[in-house]
């Protein structure tokens, strides 16, 4: 039976193999010198969660999406199961439990909600996508471990654009794959060697342009809705628009870029050619505080969810 007491990242990651070791390595966490709380153009709002794996409980919760009508989906990683929540937090239903069968997740990290209510969740140790519908019955599932087309290494967080094609992560291949709704392939982007280590995070703009946190390098690429590359910015540090492992993107309705600066513990918003605006966050427990936060979601309003990886909690800010 698993422990449920506090564990380190580099501890908690490493048991996902590939994945956690080539991305979620130890990362120092810096006393950031410009992280303030949460910034008066992002209030906090609201959080919910708690270690453990009870209904509404979190364990290491990673991925996140909200769909038309405010519902919260988090992929709830070390408890192998999808949560679904209201938009205030309150507990609605789960599914997923450990294991390799249709029914069953291991380690699942991303999470994506379509417009017509299907759940998409990326089954990251089993290298393959399943698809629920809304009541959480699985459709279909595809991929399956290996570097050919439409096959995965660890997926990871996934994203959909404005066809309703899925996006996903394909972290251990080093590349971003896209799929349609039926699961068959659509195509790539990064594939080029040495364009993308490790990438984690994937959003997609109005236009179909799509945002990758090229993790490794410490940086943001956007690529056009074929793949072509069009723009990258970024570097290792604690400055303004400089990245320590980002990881979760999403983007506004004014194409605007959030990225979920994990190690650096804040959230950093970009213009969409990669200018920097505005941040928040900082190291800590306390409300609008992160512990190496992971995953982003924005509704309709453009209001904030993140995952708080180390603190075991969704936190919900304004836009």
């Known amino acids: ?33 410009e992280g303030k709380g949460p910034s008066p153009s992002h209030p906090f709002l609201a959080q919910w969660g708690g270690s453990g794996p009870g209904k509404g409980q979190l364990w290491n919760p990673y991925g996140i999406a909200v769909d038309a009508h405010e519902k919260v989906y988090v992929a709830d990683c070390a408890n192998d199961r999808i949560e679904v929540f209201d ?50 019955n699985v459709e279909a599932l595809w991929g399956g471990q290996g570097s050919g087309k439409g096959e995965l290494f660890n997926p990871v967080l996934l994203a959909l654009d404005p066809q309703g094609a899925l996006v996903v992560a ?11 709704a039926d699961g068959s392939f659509a195509g790539l982007a990064g594939e080029e060697s040495g364009r993308l280590s490790s990438p984690i995070g994937v959003a997609v703009d109005a236009k179909g342009n799509i945002y990758v946190a090229d993790t490794n390098h410490n940086r943001i690429e956007k690529f056009s809705p074929s793949g072509g590359f069009l723009a990258q910015w970024g570097k290792p540090g604690v400055g ?44 800590g427990k306390g409300e609008g505080q992160f512990n190496e936060p992971a995953g982003i979601a924005l509704d309709g309003r453009g209001t904030a969810f993140v995952t708080d990886w180390g603190n075991d909690r969704v936190e919900k800010f304004g836009p």
Not at 170 to 180: A, L
Request: charged fraction near 20%; charge should be positive; proline fraction near 4%.
């Open 240 to 283: 303004k628009g400089e990245f320590d492992t980002p990881e979760g993107l999403a983007v506004d309705g004014r194409g605007l870029v959030y990225v979920v600066d994990s190690g650096n513990n804040r959230i950093q918003v970009f213009t969409p050619a990669g200018g920097y605006l505005d941040q928040w966050g900082r190291l």
């Open 1 to 33: 039976m698993k422990s449920f007491g506090r564990r380190t990242r580099a501890a908690s990651r490493s048991e996902f193999g590939m994945v956690l070791i080539l991305v979620l390595l130890v990362v120092a966490c810096p006393a950031f010198p």
């Open 87 to 136: 938009s205030d937090g309150s507990y609605v239903t789960q599914w997923g439990t450990k294991g390799g069968g249709r029914e069953q997740l291991h380690h699942a990290l991303g999470v994506a909600v379509d417009s017509q209510g299907s759940v998409y969740v990326a089954d990251t140790l089993n290298s393959r996508i399943k698809k629920y519908d809304p009541t959480g």
């Open 170 to 180: 394909d972290c251990s291949n080093n590349r971003i794959e896209k799929f349609k």
